[in-house]
Protein backbone atom coordinates (compact mmCIF):
# COMPACT_ATOMS: atom_id res chain seq x y z
CA UNK A 1 0.00 0.00 0.00
CA UNK A 2 2.77 2.64 0.79
CA UNK A 3 5.19 1.11 -1.46
CA UNK A 4 5.01 3.75 -4.25
CA UNK A 5 5.66 6.27 -1.01
CA UNK A 6 8.08 4.66 0.24
CA UNK A 7 10.38 3.90 -2.94
CA UNK A 8 9.67 7.72 -3.73
CA UNK A 9 11.07 8.73 -0.38
CA UNK A 10 14.31 7.18 -1.13
CA UNK A 11 14.81 8.52 -4.42
CA UNK A 12 14.34 11.96 -3.17
CA UNK A 13 16.57 10.97 -0.12
CA UNK A 14 19.08 9.55 -2.43
CA UNK A 15 18.84 12.41 -4.77
CA UNK A 16 20.17 15.02 -1.90
CA UNK A 17 22.66 12.58 -0.58
CA UNK A 18 24.20 12.14 -4.40
CA UNK A 19 23.90 15.97 -4.54
CA UNK A 20 25.40 17.00 -1.13
CA UNK A 21 28.20 14.28 -1.83
CA UNK A 22 29.20 16.23 -5.07
CA UNK A 23 29.42 19.38 -3.44
CA UNK A 24 31.38 17.66 -0.98
CA UNK A 25 33.79 16.23 -3.70
CA UNK A 26 34.32 19.63 -5.60
CA UNK A 27 35.42 20.61 -1.74
CA UNK A 28 37.76 18.36 -0.65
CA UNK A 29 40.27 19.40 -3.25
CA UNK A 30 40.35 23.13 -2.02
CA UNK A 31 40.60 21.97 1.58
CA UNK A 32 43.76 19.66 0.94
CA UNK A 33 45.20 22.68 -0.89
CA UNK A 34 44.34 25.13 2.06
CA UNK A 35 46.22 22.27 4.57
CA UNK A 36 49.07 22.58 2.10
CA UNK A 37 49.04 26.77 2.27
CA UNK A 38 49.08 26.45 6.29
CA UNK A 39 51.82 24.40 6.20
CA UNK A 40 53.77 26.36 3.80
CA UNK A 41 52.70 29.65 5.87
CA UNK A 42 53.81 27.91 9.00
CA UNK A 43 57.51 27.14 7.72
CA UNK A 44 57.60 30.66 6.70
CA UNK A 45 56.72 32.60 9.70
CA UNK A 46 58.91 29.76 11.79
CA UNK A 47 62.06 30.80 9.75
CA UNK A 48 61.45 34.65 10.29
CA UNK A 49 59.98 34.77 13.45
CA UNK A 50 61.07 31.43 15.39
CA UNK A 51 58.80 28.78 15.93
CA UNK A 52 56.79 30.46 19.46
CA UNK A 53 56.32 33.05 17.62
CA UNK A 54 55.25 31.69 14.11
CA UNK A 55 52.45 29.69 15.70
CA UNK A 56 51.03 32.30 17.74
CA UNK A 57 50.56 33.95 14.59
CA UNK A 58 49.03 31.57 12.99
CA UNK A 59 47.03 30.85 15.62
CA UNK A 60 45.44 34.34 15.87
CA UNK A 61 45.32 34.56 12.53
CA UNK A 62 43.07 31.41 12.30
CA UNK A 63 40.94 33.49 15.33
CA UNK A 64 40.95 36.65 13.56
CA UNK A 65 39.33 34.39 10.02
CA UNK A 66 37.02 32.58 12.77
CA UNK A 67 35.84 35.54 13.71
CA UNK A 68 35.35 37.41 10.50
CA UNK A 69 33.54 33.81 9.44
CA UNK A 70 31.08 33.98 12.34
CA UNK A 71 30.13 37.83 11.99
CA UNK A 72 29.60 37.03 7.96
CA UNK A 73 27.00 34.21 9.11
CA UNK A 74 25.45 36.14 12.53
CA UNK A 75 24.71 38.83 9.66
CA UNK A 76 22.93 36.96 6.86
CA UNK A 77 20.92 34.99 9.61
CA UNK A 78 20.01 38.58 11.10
CA UNK A 79 19.12 39.00 7.68
CA UNK A 80 16.95 36.27 7.12
CA UNK A 81 15.21 36.42 9.98
CA UNK A 82 14.30 40.24 9.74
CA UNK A 83 13.14 39.03 6.06
CA UNK A 84 11.14 36.26 7.62
CA UNK A 85 9.52 38.90 10.18
CA UNK A 86 8.50 41.68 8.03
CA UNK A 87 6.87 38.53 5.39
CA UNK A 88 5.14 37.47 8.45
CA UNK A 89 4.07 40.65 9.48
CA UNK A 90 2.73 41.94 6.24
CA UNK A 91 0.95 38.46 5.48
CA UNK A 92 -0.74 37.68 9.09
CA UNK A 93 -3.23 40.67 8.96
CA UNK A 94 -4.38 39.46 5.54
CA UNK A 95 -5.01 36.23 6.31
CA UNK A 96 -6.09 36.92 9.47
CA UNK A 97 -8.89 39.30 7.80
CA UNK A 98 -9.44 36.55 5.04
CA UNK A 99 -10.05 34.29 7.47
CA UNK A 100 -12.53 36.38 9.52
CA UNK A 101 -14.38 36.72 6.44
CA UNK A 102 -14.36 33.66 5.31
CA UNK A 103 -15.60 31.52 8.46
CA UNK A 104 -19.28 32.54 8.95
CA UNK A 105 -20.14 31.10 5.26
CA UNK A 106 -18.10 28.07 5.20
CA UNK A 107 -19.75 27.13 9.00
CA UNK A 108 -23.21 27.88 7.92
CA UNK A 109 -22.93 26.34 4.49
CA UNK A 110 -21.12 22.98 6.53
CA UNK A 111 -24.28 22.94 8.80
CA UNK A 112 -26.94 23.24 5.81
CA UNK A 113 -25.03 20.86 3.71
CA UNK A 114 -25.01 17.71 6.18
CA UNK A 115 -27.80 15.73 5.88
CA UNK A 116 -29.68 16.66 9.35
CA UNK A 117 -28.45 20.13 7.79
CA UNK A 118 -32.18 22.24 8.25
CA UNK A 119 -33.28 20.70 11.10
CA UNK A 120 -30.45 20.91 12.85
CA UNK A 121 -30.20 24.62 11.97
CA UNK A 122 -33.70 25.20 13.84
CA UNK A 123 -32.67 23.47 16.68
CA UNK A 124 -29.25 25.80 16.93
CA UNK A 125 -32.11 28.50 16.60
CA UNK A 126 -33.67 27.71 19.06
CA UNK A 127 -30.96 27.47 21.58
CA UNK A 128 -29.05 31.19 20.59
CA UNK A 129 -32.98 32.35 21.05
CA UNK A 130 -32.52 31.21 24.41
CA UNK A 131 -29.73 32.30 25.00
CA UNK A 132 -30.09 35.88 23.37
CA UNK A 133 -28.05 38.13 25.83
CA UNK A 134 -24.98 36.02 25.55
CA UNK A 135 -25.18 36.10 22.04
CA UNK A 136 -26.05 39.68 21.92
CA UNK A 137 -22.66 40.05 24.10
CA UNK A 138 -20.81 37.92 21.64
CA UNK A 139 -21.78 39.72 18.44
CA UNK A 140 -20.61 42.92 20.51
CA UNK A 141 -17.44 41.83 21.42
CA UNK A 142 -17.07 40.32 17.80
CA UNK A 143 -17.39 43.68 16.55
CA UNK A 144 -15.06 45.68 18.79
CA UNK A 145 -12.19 42.33 17.68
CA UNK A 146 -13.02 42.34 14.38
CA UNK A 147 -9.80 43.17 12.20
CA UNK A 148 -9.51 46.85 10.82
CA UNK A 149 -7.56 48.46 7.94
CA UNK A 150 -4.22 49.30 10.21
CA UNK A 151 -3.49 52.29 7.20
CA UNK A 152 -7.42 54.14 8.43
CA UNK A 153 -5.36 54.42 12.04
CA UNK A 154 -3.04 56.58 10.97
CA UNK A 155 -5.22 58.93 9.74
CA UNK A 156 -5.75 62.46 11.18
CA UNK A 157 -9.70 63.09 13.62
CA UNK A 158 -9.62 65.82 11.11
CA UNK A 159 -11.00 65.32 7.75
CA UNK A 160 -8.79 68.56 6.55
CA UNK A 161 -5.09 67.27 7.78
CA UNK A 162 -3.67 68.03 11.35
CA UNK A 163 -5.54 69.58 13.60
CA UNK A 164 -4.58 73.75 13.72
CA UNK A 165 -2.49 74.79 17.05
CA UNK A 166 -5.58 75.84 19.01
CA UNK A 167 -7.74 73.08 19.14
CA UNK A 168 -8.06 70.91 21.80
CA UNK A 169 -5.90 67.83 22.20
CA UNK A 170 -8.03 64.37 22.36
CA UNK A 171 -6.42 62.13 24.87
CA UNK A 172 -6.97 58.05 24.60
CA UNK A 173 -9.64 58.23 27.43
CA UNK A 174 -12.02 60.49 25.20
CA UNK A 175 -11.83 63.52 26.95
CA UNK A 176 -10.13 66.70 25.49
CA UNK A 177 -7.50 68.92 27.18
CA UNK A 178 -6.41 72.38 26.19
CA UNK A 179 -2.65 71.90 24.87
CA UNK A 180 0.52 72.04 27.35
CA UNK A 181 1.71 75.12 25.84
CA UNK A 182 -1.74 77.42 26.57
CA UNK A 183 -2.36 78.89 29.79
CA UNK A 184 -6.16 78.79 31.19
Known amino acids: MFRGLISDAKAAAGAVIVKYVARASVAIPF ?3 AGFATAALTVLLVDRYGPQTAYW ?3 GGFTLLGMVAALVVTVKEQEEEVADAKAEAEDTPAVAKEVAMQAPLA ?3 ALLASPMGPSSAFGI ?3 LGRNLPLVLLLVIGGFLLW ?3 PAAEDTDLAEG ?3 PEDAPVPKPNG ?3 EREN ?3
Open 31 to 33: LIA
Open 57 to 59: LLA
Open 107 to 109: LLS
Open 125 to 127: AKL
Open 147 to 149: PRD
Open 161 to 163: GPL
Open 175 to 177: VYT
Open 182 to 184: VRV
